[in-house]
């Protein structure tokens, strides 16, 4: 089956770091992949789209500046956390869906747990 | 997406079946049906989607009212491995994304 695989799984680091999280469709295509967070006890919120070869789409209130979103190709695309701060700390996960049909299943990735000291 | 409305949590008795409700009264003609499970500390998984009929997979089976203004997740043989936060979201025929909403916390109990 379709798989999504998201790296690193847990990153620790200081205040002011930029952390980068990739996260790559293994078997199949992906024009489009999506970016979410996840704060303890809450539901996912999505901040972006990431479009292979153009602009990500930021959801309303999600800085694009301070989350950078690359999506350099249909299997992978990144999301960088620029000059993280402790309330950064958070659960991100990316997902991805099949490029056939509109109708399919997206893919998640296993969540990066970001936290920042 | 039209929204969804799901009880914040239920419990199950291991090895008994367990139906979990979800209401969408705005649903419109285009829009599917979709259910998703988050266990503690991954990713969310897909479970199933339907659009008028029942459906059946290897997971679970997908009840739709006749007017599709709810449907039911319907897990036919609890385990402790089902323990998890439960969502229904419903996407148009074009649509992309997934808005989540609260979810229903599946409890099994031993």
């Known amino acids: 089956g379709a798989v999504v695989s998201q790296h690193p799984s847990r990153v620790i680091c200081k205040s002011g770091t930029s952390v980068k999280i990739e996260c790559r469709s293994l078997?199949?295509?992906?024009?489009?992949m999506f970016w979410y967070r996840q704060f303890p006890k809450q539901s996912l919120m999505l901040m972006a789209t990431?479009?292979?070869?153009?602009?990500?789409?930021?959801e309303q209130g999600v800085e694009k500046d301070k989350f950078l979103i690359n999506h350099a190709s249909l299997t992978l695309s990144t999301l960088t956390v620029t000059s993280a701060h402790p309330e950064d700390s958070s659960f991100y996960i990316c997902?991805?869906?099949?490029?056939?049909?509109?109708?399919?299943?997206?893919?998640f990735g296993d969540g990066t747990r970001l936290s920042i000291l | 997406d039209a929204k969804t409305t799901q009880p914040n949590s239920m419990e199950s008795n291991e090895e008994e079946p367990v139906h979990l409700p979800c209401n969408h009264s705005?649903?419109?003609?285009?829009?599917?049906i979709h259910w998703y499970r988050q266990l503690p500390s991954q990713g969310p998984e897909y479970v199933i989607h339907?659009?008028?009929s029942n459906v059946n997979n290897r997971m679970a089976s997908l009840a739709i009212a006749e007017d599709r203004k709810s449907s039911t997740l319907i897990l036919h043989r609890a385990t402790l491995r089902d323990a998890a936060v439960y969502y229904c979201?419903?996407?148009?025929?074009?649509?992309?994304?997934?808005?989540f909403g609260g979810g229903t916390r599946l409890m099994v109990k031993p």
């Open positions: 997902s991805a869906r099949e490029m056939r049909g509109s109708n399919q299943p997206q893919h």
């Open positions: 078997d199949f295509q992906a024009t489009t």
């Open positions: 990431s479009n292979e070869g153009s602009k990500a789409t930021y």
């Open positions: 705005t649903i419109s003609g285009t829009d599917y």
């Open positions: 339907g659009l008028t």
């Open positions: 979201i419903l996407i148009e025929n074009a649509g992309n994304m997934l808005t």
